[in-house]
């Protein structure tokens, strides 16, 4: 199980005075072969929430395709958009039934807003729920992007600076974790809207 949970990415989720800041490297890789340098790890899954993966890609695909499809049925049956802590239980317990039913590691980040604010979670592959007060990260290059964001991040701090700061916490893992890499993915969840604000690719020759 230890070694299953050694996944290669590294992925942040911060908590700002006007949004969540969500960002990921975009390096895949298969142990020590790099099979994708382009890969999508923020995915926006309904208009309230976007989530960033770490893990199986394939688990990770699958249970995004559910958790979209689930979100969109309970607002049909309740006529109400669902909360943030609603869609974080909900990925958790699909989880929670992943790795115990198929075997599958999905590590997620969730940021969200509703009508009482804006929110964000951490989603452990076994399916535990954590409500996050400031930051968070998760990935074989999260150690390297900890120690960005334990001397960094202030409380209170807008999101404008929050994007700066993942940006310096994910180039710091990229600078010393090989299997993060080839860029960085940035999605602002505000309460107008969420937005991708950064999609960089950078060669290897740049890193």
Known sequence: MEEMLKTGTTTVG?????????????RATAGN?????RAEKVHIITDDFAVTIAGMVS??????KLVRAELKLKEVRTNKRPTTKE???LLGGLLYTNIRQVGGVAHFLMGGKDFSGMYLYDLFPDGSVTKIKDYVS???????AY???????????????????????INTALQRDSCSGNGVDVV????????RVVEKELEDSLL
């Open 14 to 26: 911060l908590v700002c005075k006007d949004g969540i800041v969500l960002a990921a490297d975009k």
């Open 33 to 37: 072969m790099i099979v994708d340098k």
């Open 59 to 64: 688990d990770a695909q699958l249970l995004i």
């Open 87 to 89: 869609a974080a239980n």
């Open 138 to 144: 998760s990935g074989s290059g999260s150690v390297f």
């Open 147 to 169: 120690g960005v964001l334990e001397t960094q991040y202030k409380p209170g701090m807008t999101t404008a600076d929050g994007v700066k700061l993942v940006m310096r916490a």
């Open 188 to 195: 602002v969840v505000s309460e107008k809207d969420i937005r």
